[in-house]
């Protein structure tokens, strides 16, 4: 009776121990399980985007990997790792494999956000660790820039089947030294059946270019317009033998002076930056290159008084009674004088981008030959008053230059820039007015420039408003020369006061002849 009653007993036992046994299998099972996808969880290195709104895009791709259980690895340890194993911040394709190694990571994530016209688009590109290859490309669109924020929740789902097929970086074999076969055939009677060298394959569409990441341009052709304002001022000692009342042996100090009226005269004219290498598949020097730059005047005229005959040096007084005193007046109050400017400069530029994307900054040399003339026609300053006439100008110059540009948002740069120019000469005119000794001008521009990428016109334009202020100093030596050819010594351009045959009058202190330019810029860069 005992034993019967028991025995079922002994089977519920038995059911529950086999029971237990199962659970206890199956959370050993689960526990691996989730071990196994903890160790499985891939590591991923998101570089920075580029383009508006990047930095956000990037931030929303992310947090929606981590959510996911991607292993993220920032920009930063991005870079430091390619510095330390490249050598430079900047990473290339082929260069992926051995920044990996050093990450740990199975994959490279980078993403451009663009806009064009009305439409917002981000393109994020999955490169294989293992050889740098680019495995796929997921991207969005919309009419706004926040409907590229559904990255945010669908990041993860696009790019998850490209990091699906990621693998990781494998370090190279160690090359081991190999022990030539003794019983091998001589090299003469082997055959050749090596393979012929494949040909590597070219990049796939679409993949990113060093060149146009970092910016260059290998071309730059822009319109300039603006203006142009004139300031210069001096003051001279002059013979008191030519001011009424005509007496011999004073000083008299006067003054002569330039001022353009309002921000002065319109300015048009073109430039043109060429750098040959940029346009080559992988280029060395895509920074360096030759820069063209002219200006020239529009609705610029000048005017002053004409002489008057009362007030020039009767000829008797210089032993020539016969000659007409004030021959040179006209009989006109005002004289218009013919005037133009221009500009031309030529030279070499290097315009390297310091910078790890197209922000910058970049830093710009140069060094070139450059003219600036101020013409003011010698037969109208002939007609004027002895003490409003001020000479043409003919400066020219070796121009050495440095500046730099940075990007506040990558459509959007400031510049700064200094140069300064070794003067070689300012001109005949200029020498037989003021003295025929004076030696070459020296100068120096300091300038500014805010610039505008202008995507949502055309790719590549571009608009820039710039200040720019410059100086030429002369100093003038020597005694002035004739109007024409030959002439007598009352008909000199203002003939400087002489003691003992040398000038101890004129113009004693350096000339300042000050600028100051306002541009509008539009142009075309080719990337």
Known sequence: MMSWVQRPRCRALQRVCRRSGSL???????????????SAQPRVAVERFSGPQSAQMRSLLVESLRENGVIVIDDAEVRRAAMETLGRSTVRDDDYPRVAQALDVVAFVSGRVSRARRQWSLRVVVHNAADGMRIGVAGWSGRTVASLRAV??????????????AQPAIPPPEVQATVPDPDAPPWYRREDDEPPPSTPEAPP???PDPRRDRGYAGLRISVLGGTLRRSMRTEVLVDSTFRPPFEGGGRLAEERQYQSAGIGHMELGFSLELFPDAFTSDPSVPWLGLVLQYRHSLLLDSQGP???????????NFGDPDAARGARCPDRDVVPVRTRQQELYAGIRAEPNVGDDIRGPWLTFDAGYGLFQFVLDPRDLALLDRTTIVPPFDYRHIQLGAGIRYGLHPLLFLGARFSYRIGLGVGQDARRIWGMDTGPASGFTVGGELRHEMPYIGKGVFAALGVEWFRFTTSFRGQSSCIVAECAEYELWEPWPERDGVVDGGIRDPVRDEYLRLSLTLGYAYR
């Open 152 to 165: 945010r929740r669908t990041g993860h789902a696009r790019v998850a089947e490209h990091l699906a097929l």
């Open 24 to 38: 206890a299998r199956a959370s050993i099972l689960l526990l691996a399980l989730g071990a196994a996808t903890a």
């Open 205 to 207: 569409p679409g993949a």
């Open 306 to 316: 004409s002489c008057l005959i009362a007030q020039e040096p009767p000829p008797s």
